[in-house]
Nanobody
Framework: QVQLVESGGGLVQAGGSLRLSCEASGSTFSIRVMGWYRQVPGKQRELVATITADDNIVYADSVKGRFTISRDNAKNTVYLQMNSLKPEDTAVYYC?????????????WGQGTQVTVSS
């Protein structure tokens, strides 16, 4: 019941910035947690940052101090501001939404957006 569309990925030089967006549609009222995950070939998908409906935020240690996650006023779009990008940040970034379990037992994923950081 939730659809996610990521945007904002691209190619950037080390030290640069990108801003990712994830727009949720459908049963957006039910979303409890939204987050960003990333994956590179040969590695497990890893958490980057999550934000809850009450603005509790968690960052991976690897991005803490460089990335900022936020939501819009309608709580249906989540952003990931990525600063001081490093080549090791190169990955496909996926948006995730977790509805409140009262409404929906599913997890939802976007299709991913490629972020490439050059040296």
């Amino acid at each position: 019941q939730v659809q996610l569309v990521e945007s904002g990925g691209g190619l950037v030089q080390a030290g640069g910035s990108l801003r990712l967006s994830c727009e949720a549609s459908g049963s957006t009222f039910s979303i409890r947690v939204m987050g960003w995950y990333r994956q590179v070939p040969g590695k497990q998908r890893e958490l980057v940052a999550t934000i809850t409906a009450d603005d509790n935020i968690v960052y991976a240690d690897s991005v803490k101090g460089r990335f900022t996650i936020s939501r819009d006023n309608a709580k249906n779009t989540v952003y990931l501001q990525m600063n001081s990008l490093k080549p090791e940040d190169t990955a496909v970034y996926y948006c995730n939404a977790e509805p409140d379990r009262y409404y929906d037992n599913a997890y939802y994923w976007g299709q991913g957006t490629q972020v490439t950081v050059s040296s």
